[in-house]
């Protein structure tokens, strides 16, 4: 049962279709990994993993580009500043927890290489450096005409995610808007028309490590600089359909399958039920313990994806970890920033799974509390 935050959980059915056609790709006598980028055989895959992509995420071809690039959303934080924040620019920030920083400090390293000024809107860093919810519209500075305004929608490390219900919804702004879907893209049904560019890294909900997916409307890319090196500008990615050098084409196509099944489950919309059902069977054994786990995250901003809980003493949650590793639950570990203990609970993770899981906790609590 694999609670990791990524490399995360594949769905067996991907995986299963990955092995059969790993020495022999459809006829060919080669192995999908061995044909060239510009070859027919791999065009068919890139092709449909791109449509894929639009339609899962609601993200049309005639108004989006949809890419595939490399460096994971870390060398997003830098590449969209280098793109869209230039000299004598302001982009605003929203930071819910560590890679909000992540992306701000990026911008920073940006601005002393001649681009503009990153502007924190809104923190919600408590007093003890935690985060445990997201900011109401009306605590947002916003800057008026500013290059963008950059929000994380889930925050892997804390747990905390944007418009979970109707009470805490995105943020509205008049200018583009660019969200960081690392760790719950494709994982609920969300709005994409209210963005102007998404973002996520695939190891986590729809594909392996390696590629990264990003989703820009077509003016935003025609509004990328054209004065910073070709192979970081997003015109440069789009104009040659992610082709400009050679893609991973391995992890492409694994997104592919993994797409392919989400489809075949009925979509987003079915993933999504599953999904919370998923969370409520966590979030209820931490709720109904009688203060033995805690959840620091506010209820309105709890994540579906990454389910994050304290027991009473580190002692305890290494005992935690080590008992439910050998109940062959692995990956329950806190991230090492803030400690306790973690479940990643992305689209390929089973609803057996979390059930198992619920019912070790409440065991614990019995034996331990």
């Known amino acids: 049962m694999n609670f990791n935050a990524g490399p995360a959980a594949l769905p067996l059915a991907a995986l299963d279709r990955a092995r059969e056609e790993l020495l022999d790709f459809e006829g060919s006598g080669m192995s999908v990994m061995e044909h060239s980028h510009r070859g027919k055989v791999y065009e068919k895959v890139h092709s449909e993993a791109t449509a894929l ?10 108004t989006w580009d949809v890419l595939f690039v490399q460096g994971g959303a870390s060398m997003a934080f830098a590449q969209i500043p280098m793109n869209f924040l230039g000299p004598n620019m302001t982009a605003d920030y929203v930071v819910t927890g560590a890679w909000g920083e992540k992306a701000v400090a990026e911008a920073r390293t940006i601005k002393a290489l001649g681009g503009g000024e990153p502007h924190v809107a809104a923190s919600t860093k408590g007093a003890d450096k935690s985060y445990v919810r997201v900011p109401k519209q009306e605590e947002l500075t916003l800057t008026p005409n500013a290059a963008y305004l950059h929000v994380t929608s889930n925050e892997t490390i804390h747990g905390v995610e944007y418009a979970v219900g109707p009470e805490m919804p995105f943020p509205k702004a008049a200018v583009p808007i660019v969200v960081d879907m690392s760790s719950d893209i494709l994982g609920r049904r969300v709005d994409a028309s209210q963005f102007d560019m998404i973002y996520a890294g695939a190891q986590k909900n729809i594909g392996p490590s390696g590629v990264t997916i990003v989703a820009l409307k077509k003016e935003m890319t025609a509004r990328g600089r054209k004065d910073i090196p070709t192979i970081f500008q997003y015109r440069t990615v789009a104009e040659n359909q992610s082709l400009y050098n050679t893609p991973p084409t391995f992890a492409i196509y694994l997104v592919r399958n993994t797409l ?21 069977a966590i979030y209820a054994a931490i709720d109904g313990s009688g203060g033995f786990y805690r959840c620091p995250v506010e209820p309105a901003c709890r994540s579906i994806m990454n389910v994050v809980w304290r027991l009473p003493t580190a002692e305890l949650e290494e005992t935690f970890v080590k008992e439910a590793s050998a109940q062959r639950m692995v990956g329950l570990k806190g991230h090492r920033a803030v400690g306790g203990i973690r479940a990643s609970i992305y689209n390929a993770a089973e609803l057996s799974w979390c059930e198992a899981l619920a019912a070790f906790m409440k065991d614990f609590a019995k034996r331990y509390g």
Request: a positive charge; charged letters at 30%.
């Open 260 to 280: 392919t099944w989400l489809k075949s489950e009925g979509g987003v919309a079915a993933i999504e039920a599953r999904n919370r059902k998923k969370a409520a």
């Open 53 to 62: 992509v639009a339609e899962l995420l609601g993200t049309p071809l005639d």
